[in-house]
Structures are given as C-alpha cells and as structure tokens.
C-alpha cells in the first residue's frame, strides 16, 4: 500500500501534531468573527483544535485561540465557541468514523 502524505497541523491547545481531519478549525474571518469552521474552507485565519472538548477547555483556560489568531477573543465568544464545540463534537466524530470505514 502506498503512503499518502497526510498534512499535519498543530492543536494550539495540547500543541500535538494531527492530521487536518482529526482537528477542528477554528477561524477568524476578515469581519473578526470568530467560528468554528467545519468545512475547513471559510476563508481567514485558522486555529486548530483537537476534536476534544478538554482541549477546548484548556484553549479557553490559556486564551491559546487569542494567540494562535492574533486576535482578542472576548470571554463571551470563547463562551459561544464552547457551546458550539460541544454541539458540533458529535457530528465531527460521526463524520470521522465515516472515513474511517471507507
Ligand atoms: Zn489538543
């Protein structure tokens, strides 16, 4: 079997390295915004995160997200964001166990 290349991109939380797919973008748009970005192709800077609420967690706790996307994250963003992660956890492990079976 051949090898791909699989792009590797670093958690700002736990600052592991992890292919793309096994990490949530978080991205601040050019309106300063700041989402998570499923899709991985909302255009902006990008944060990496590991699929992992507890990384989350310790991103908010480090303010890691203000760092990686130079950019200040209000706590009620960070607020908002935590929620959304936590709602988009399930279906991103879902989508991962669908590749993982093809
Ligand atoms: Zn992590």
Redesign the pocket.
């Known amino acids: 079997m051949k090898q791909r290349k699989v792009p590797l991109r670093k ?1 700002v ?2 600052q ?1 390295m992890m292919p793309k797919k096994e990490l949530i973008r978080i991205v601040k748009t050019p309106d300063d915004e700041v989402l998570i970005d499923l899709t991985g192709k909302k255009s902006g800077r990008g944060a990496y ?2 699929g ?1 609420v507890s ?1 989350f967690k310790l991103a908010q706790k480090n303010k890691s997200l203000d760092r990686a996307l130079k950019h200040h994250v209000k706590p009620e963003i960070y607020e908002q964001l935590a929620e959304d992660f936590i709602s988009v956890e399930d279906e991103f492990l879902a989508g991962k166990e669908r590749l993982d079976n093809e």
Do not use: R, S
Request: hydrophobic content about 25%; aromatic content about 0%.
């Open positions: 958690c939380a736990c592991e995160l590991c992992k990384c």
